[in-house]
């Protein structure tokens, strides 16, 4: 009977922390995603590459 209940909670408590990172890994996704389609990431990005050939030429 203790046994039996222990294996309940072990595999509940496994379940909720599966669910847990389930639902953090989907923010984490959702969140790289928005930063990777937006544009005026893409014009840093830009930028920076000038910037770099820049300090590059002056070397």
């Keep these: 009977m203790i046994k ?6 072990i ?5 909720i922390i599966f ?3 389930l639902f953090f890994a ?3 996704l959702k969140n790289k ?3 990777a389609t937006n544009p005026s990431n893409q ?3 830009a ?4 910037l770099d050939m820049n300090a590059w030429n002056k070397i």
Excluded: C, E, S
Aim: charged share 15%; proline share 0%.
């Design 26 to 28: 989907a923010i984490f």
């Design 33 to 35: 995603v928005n930063i």
């Design 19 to 21: 669910v847990v990172g």
């Design 4 to 9: 039996d209940k222990n294996y309940k909670l």
């Design 43 to 45: 014009i840093i990005d």
């Design 47 to 50: 930028n920076a590459n000038a």
């Design 11 to 15: 595999i509940g408590g496994l379940i």
